[in-house]
């Protein structure tokens, strides 16, 4: 592959690259385990820090950073060669519709720490902004991903402290919520996804043969990942709550 093609706009791609798909349902699964992990502690069948300490206090960023990895991705393969505005606008306002919807029935349930800004509106937010870098070179994309995991080690301050400037996560406090993924520093994940894209990793993960059944099955939650996720939580927490 040449230095002018792994460079050039990415032409979008018309059919799924089930290497993605799957990708997409290892990182729905690990998700279910961890907010598994999560209803187990709220019911004390485990430690309430249980979800938060050890090996669960990095499995779930890793969980977010492979989902907006995955936007990242998915958006340059989807609109690199052109923004195709009316597929973008509706799978943005279903993205907007489930942020709502969490944001909604968190808040019913506590107030106090309901998710005003979690991974769907993170990747509803990642959406818009990523537009800009679809055809913006390589390295530039790279050097603000940079920027963007730098920003809260030196921006982070009491200017930020503003209600309606928190969803930045440059506030000189963490503010309390079940699911905070800010847009710094989630934002460079983004883009590093894109910045794989251009760079031409769906062309290596791609294959001309056909998805057998065995591939198809696995790959069915990544392709119904945001229904999954807004599922997923509500039966595992009732067949909790049925079990004891």
Same mark, same amino acid.
């Given at each position: 592959? &040449?230095?002018?093609?792994? =460079?050039?706009?990415?032409?979008?791609? +018309?059919?799924?690259? %089930?290497?993605?798909?799957?990708? +997409?349902?290892?990182?729905?699964?690990?998700?279910?385990?961890?907010?598994?992990?999560?209803?187990?502690?709220?019911?004390?069948?485990?430690?309430?820090?249980?979800?938060? @300490?050890?090996?669960?206090?990095?499995?779930?960023?890793?969980?977010?950073?492979?989902?907006?990895?995955?936007?990242?991705?998915?958006?340059?393969?989807?609109?690199?060669?052109?923004?195709?505005? +009316?597929?973008?606008?509706?799978?943005?306002?279903?993205?907007?519709? *489930?942020?709502?919807?969490?944001?909604?029935? @968190?808040?019913?349930?506590? %107030?106090? &720490?309901?998710?005003?800004?979690?991974?769907?509106?993170?990747?509803?937010?990642?959406?818009?902004? *990523?537009?800009?870098? !679809?055809?913006?070179?390589?390295?530039? &994309?790279?050097?603000?991903?940079?920027?963007?995991?730098?920003?809260?080690?030196?921006?982070?301050?009491?200017?930020?402290?503003? %209600?309606?400037?928190?969803? !930045?996560?440059?506030?000189? $406090?963490?503010?309390?919520?079940?699911?905070? $993924?800010?847009?710094?520093?989630?934002? *460079?994940?983004?883009?590093?996804?894109?910045?794989?894209?251009?760079?031409?990793? /769906?062309?290596?993960?791609? @294959? $001309?043969?056909? %998805?057998? /059944?065995?591939?198809?099955?696995?790959?069915?939650?990544?392709?119904?990942? =945001?229904?999954?996720?807004?599922?997923?939580?509500?039966? =595992?927490?009732?067949?909790?709550? =049925?079990?004891?």
């Amino acid at each position: 592959m &040449t230095a002018t093609a792994i =460079l050039a706009p990415t032409a979008p791609m +018309r059919h799924r690259i %089930p290497a993605l798909d799957v990708a +997409r349902t290892v990182a729905v699964v690990c998700m279910a385990i961890y907010h598994f992990t999560v209803d187990l502690a709220l019911f004390g069948v485990v430690a309430p820090d249980r979800p938060f @300490t050890g090996f669960f206090h990095y499995f779930a960023p890793a969980i977010a950073g492979s989902f907006l990895f995955l936007v990242g991705l998915s958006l340059s393969l989807a609109h690199g060669g052109g923004i195709r505005w +009316r597929p973008w606008g509706k799978r943005m306002a279903q993205i907007g519709a *489930g942020a709502a919807l969490v944001s909604a029935a @968190t808040y019913a349930d506590n %107030p106090e &720490t309901y998710v005003f800004f979690g991974i769907l509106h993170m990747i509803a937010t990642a959406s818009l902004l *990523g537009l800009i870098f !679809l055809r913006a070179p390589v390295g530039l &994309t790279l050097a603000a991903a940079a920027l963007a995991f730098a920003a809260p080690q030196f921006l982070r301050g009491p200017a930020f402290d503003a %209600p309606w400037l928190l969803w !930045l996560g440059l506030s000189s $406090e963490i503010p309390r919520s079940i699911d905070f $993924e800010p847009v710094f520093p989630w934002m *460079g994940t983004v883009l590093l996804g894109i910045a794989a894209a251009r760079a031409g990793l /769906p062309r290596l993960l791609a @294959t $001309e043969r056909a %998805p057998g /059944p065995w591939l198809r099955a696995l790959s069915w939650p990544g392709r119904h990942s =945001l229904a999954v996720y807004l599922i997923h939580q509500p039966v =595992l927490f009732g067949l909790i709550w =049925l079990w004891l």
